[in-house]
């Protein structure tokens, strides 16, 4: 709240301190922008445990009879085996990359779809706009997961991984077709918006060489969010028993743990990993989206 | 005889920004004599918008005011409590902001707005009653009584502004600070909304600041005029003689560039541009600009000097 | 011209209920299967024993959906009979009416969301008011954390984390059910507090977590709202701090807010959902999920269909609602 129109950064900023490169930049707004941090800090970890997991952990052993079903978690089994006969761990190793592929695949899907429409609409108006808007809008009123419900009750035979992310894909390009449309809306009006149209720039051209470099950090957060939005949706799938049952997905095994009582038959083990795990994956994809949204909206970051 | 209603002395405020503080007014001293209409003009940047809030104490974080008095009457505002600041606005010193902007809540009528500044100030008034002094004050700047009614998107830029002096008057103050109660508005309006604000400020006999940037609109306001440049007060004059023999550098090509109905040629602007408040020159903050400038310009910086009832801050004048 | 914008969202409203049916339709249809076929099939398959009545159902369904009629006259009656409510039996609980379940479950959802959306919705946008606010009292940052962190985990996922604390490990409260198995329901007052001992954990799964998000997001409101210039002339006007902070900052912060609860109601209804599933609540949740593992088509179609048309109507009522809060909008022409 400068009324007085002070004048910020419109001038040449004063030289860094020490030009050490553009790792030490990174680094040094990583220490400002924590969210950010953190969130990347969360995923790294799990991408750790993924790799590590792969490299070391027999993943054959996450398929049902496998091992001694219901054991506490041991040298041998460190996080335990399931009802199934599964070793947890193993699980979890081979379970966790496939949850979030489906909701890459779905994300990267859905904001890829979502980006196209929404330029479309937002930047030619008209007809286009009208349906592309309506058809958004009235997929959004409807609840997504039971749509997800039917379609996934639909198909015969039950749903492999990639067919789940297919069927996630499918709804996941509601809400950024609607949330980037605002901002190309926003953006059409700029001052230099009109001068490349004036210039005699074509329509993709501006969308692709103006208005998109714009955008890219707020496409990034609507990713991250999307694709929170996917695994999220996945999970939900899973849970209800829609996914694919001989996989060892994060919600798959949620399933499992629901359908036989873990919780009250004290079986503890069995739910804390997956429970620790999908933890550690929303609250990162979380904290990255803050992060993210902090960069795309530099208002914000004045604030406390 | 000189008791001034307003008195500013050396007031300093600054703006706390990552790469360093800013400066938006320093040292700045003028005062204002009852009934008296002083203008604050300047460019863009140059402070007065923000002297106009330090005056009233709203500078809020990042800004803070770093030094400096202000005086209403024999009360110097700074020893105020929040709560007795609080009752002075509005009852002693009213601001008219820039209503066409966004002044005006946008969800609440203007009969509330202008019931809520009463009820605040221990005049709330039963509804018969507010009713007639809501319709008195509209028709005081010249709106039907139907505009209370109404919402402020249904007004115009010009009825909302004057439904804005209808806000600042209400409380019959002592002061009214008008911050560019004109821009955003065609002339026609313009000339309507300032004969309001002279009329209401006639009828309260209150004094009137108006900060702008429109010479020719200072020229048929006020007084006395206050010229500022980044952040400083370079000369404060009678209004005749500013447009008349300006003396400071700045106002000179101000004065002179302003088009002429009489004269014709080359429109003469201002070399340069505006300084950034946080990267200031030494010395004279104008000097960059200055076709007199000298060494010791570049050095020492002018203070505000008395020649005859004007002030100018300059080692030339 | 109010007629004409509430004529407006109603045909929205309709369409939203007919292109719900239409994917009922035509999305099992697509993929070939036929329920009540596989049902008899597996039936026959347990036992040799095909249960009394089914075959009046199956004669029954094939009359209006016989796959020998053409396709546009089952679409047909489809429709009817969705209009009159109509959803047919149900497969798994024969000779139950997939609408007598869904009524005996609808109650216990409703109280549950219900409740638990106000809940959520009224003290997180308080707090977010509040948090923004310079004057609020300063432990209320403390709260701000947790909050944050609660409210991106899904509302099962702290469904589960709850059970195991509050029911298991400490048993304060029970873990399953809508009411303690083979318990009478009845108006007394031990029977009410089982019910809402057994509804405690699936609310708290949802109040905690969706508060977070809208004190986030009322956060979010008031600051921008704090910025505008009529809160720093409602400032000069030199009213009190309470006028300034409801009527002028929360009453014009809440509008995005109540837009962004019509827009989210979809997504609490699928939480709760999952919710419901995890403590076994009675509700819609549980409900879909039997009808999924025995696939009950019917049913399945039937609980898919309300749901949609609850919320489009939700949705409307809000959109009509909308107008009156924000005098902006103008009922001729939507902004």
Redesign the interface.
Known sequence: MSPDGVQRVTGPLPPAPSRKGRGSAGWRYLRRNRSLAVGIALLSLLALFIIIGNLTVDTELARPLSVRALQPPSWEHPFGTDRQGRDLLAAMVAGTPLTLKIGFVAGFLGVGIGTVLAFIAGYYRGVTDTVIRGIADIGLTVPGLLVLIIIAVSVRGGLTVNQMAIVVASLAWLYPTRTIRAQVLTLRERGYIEVARLNGMSGPEIILREMMPNLLPYLAATLVNAVSAAILASIGLEVLGLGPLESPTLGMTLYWINFNAAILNGWWWWWVAPIVIILIVFLGLFFLTVGLDEIANPRLRQQA | MNASVLRVERLRVSYDHPQGAVRAVDDVSFSLRPHERFGLAGESGSGKSTMALAILRLIRPPGRIDGGEVWLDETRLSSLSDDAMRKLRLAGIALVPQGSMNALNPVVRIRSQIADALADHDSALPPRQLEARVHDLLDDVGLPPAVADMYPHELSGGMKQRACIAIAICLRPKVIIADEPTSALDVVVQRQVMATLGRVQQELGAAVILVGHDMGLMAQFVDRLGVMYAGRLVEIAPIADIITAPKHPYTRMLIASLPSLERKGLMQGIPGLAPLLRDLPPGCAFHPRCPMAADRCRVERPLLRDLDGCHVACHFA | MQLGYIARRFG?FL??VW??AS??FL??R????DPVRTKLLQSAQLGGYVQAGLEDMVKEYNKRFGLDKPLWRQYLSYLQSTARLDFNYSISNYPRTVRELIADAVPWTVALLGVTTLLAFGIGTLLGALLAWPGAPPWMRWLMPPLW?LH???F??LG??L??LL??HLPLLP??GGYTAGATPSLSLAFLWDVVSHALLPALSIVLVGTGGWALGMRGMM?TTM????V?????????SP?IFL??CV??AI?PQTTALA?A???I??GA??VE??FGYPGIGTL??QA??E?D?FL??G??FT??VA??LA?LILDVVYPW????ISYRREA
């Open positions: 929205v369409l939203i292109l719900a994917l009922n999305l099992p697509l993929s070939g299967q962190a991106a985990i899904p099962f996922l589960l984390i059970s195991y029911a298991f873990i399953f600051v910025g505008e210039d009529y720093t002339f409602a400032e000069a006007k030199g009213l009190k006028t009527r002028y009453r014009n509008l827009l109601l979809g997504q209804l699928s959902v999952l599933v995890i879909l999920f999924i593992r696939n088509h399945i179609q609980i898919v749901v949609i919320l489009g949705t809060l924000d005098p902006r």
